[in-house]
């Protein structure tokens, strides 16, 4: 099958090389080497199109299936945006990056939803936290990438540190990790480990993606992995291959007895 012709449509040398490019059905954001950072479906924004942006949000809504107060860190050219506006109404959502060229290129180029129910604001991740520190979030996205991977100023312990004291009760932190780079990917697992009581890791199928899923309780196990019925129906609703990502989490973070208890509750 032929691959869809490519359209350049904007080139641009800030703190970052960034382009944007459509690519038949879609269209995408690529950092320099041809990195995607972002790509969306043109004629239906809503639906993911990156597979670790469906594992994000399958392991997030199994943790926590009704979040109202979510902070996403990293906006990119607003994939996740979209699939709040239409998939979860109810959630009141702010969206946080550093960066006004990449928002400037999100609103120009990817109809970057803004309203009542999303705002999006040009600051550092870890700053906006320690400046709002009365506000808490049920479910916290980090996914903050520039041309040389994982922001070092966001994956720090500081920040995990900081994500965690503005989580509500039964709040999440789920995270985008990019595991290529093998030292700084086990640096930012040990802050996630100490900085967190529970974790989940699930690598993304066919990727060098992990999702981590972080608690500051108990794993809710028998939220995480529920019945055959309830994944089929969350896959048709949402989109997304929730059997493929429950069963990631359980394969690479069960232990046998866990499991054994979990089947005989």
């Not at 979209?82 to 990817?110: C, K, M, T, Y």
């Not at 009760?169 to 990917?185: D, E």
């Not at 640096?187 to 690598?203: D, G, H, M, Y």
């Amino acid at each position: 099958m032929d691959e869809p012709a490519k359209k350049l449509l904007y080139r641009f040398q800030g703190e970052n090389y960034v382009e944007v490019v459509d690519e038949g059905d879609y269209r995408s954001l690529y950092f320099q080497n041809s990195v995607v950072q972002s790509r969306i479906f043109n004629a239906t924004p809503a639906k993911l199109a990156l597979r670790y942006t469906q594992y994000m949000m399958a392991a997030s809504l199994l943790a926590l299936p009704h979040p109202k107060k979510v902070l996403l860190i990293g906006v990119g050219a607003g994939a996740l945006l979209h699939f709040f506006h239409q998939f979860l109404p109810d959630a009141s959502v702010e969206g946080v990056d550093n960066s006004e060229d990449i928002l400037d290129i999100a609103r120009r180029f990817f109809s970057l939803p803004e309203n009542k129910q999303i705002s999006v604001h040009c600051e550092d991740g870890l700053d906006y936290l320690v400046r709002h520190d009365q506000k808490r979030y049920d479910l916290i996205l980090v996914d903050a990438f520039n041309d040389g991977g994982m922001a070092k100023g966001i994956y720090s312990p500081e920040f995990f540190k900081t994500a965690g004291k503005r989580l509500s009760q039964q709040g999440v932190i789920c995270c985008n990790l990019w595991s290529g780079r093998r030292k700084h990917y086990g640096r930012v697992r040990k802050a996630l480990e100490q900085n967190s009581t529970s974790q989940v890791f699930i690598p993304v199928r066919r990727r060098e993606n992990v999702i981590a899923l972080l608690f500051q309780s108990e794993l809710p196990w028998r939220s995480l992995y529920p019945a055959k019925s309830d994944l089929h129906r969350l896959n048709d609703k949402y989109s997304i291959d929730f059997k493929e990502v429950s069963a990631a989490a359980k394969k690479h973070n069960m232990k046998i007895g866990e499991q054994l208890q979990l089947w005989l509750r």
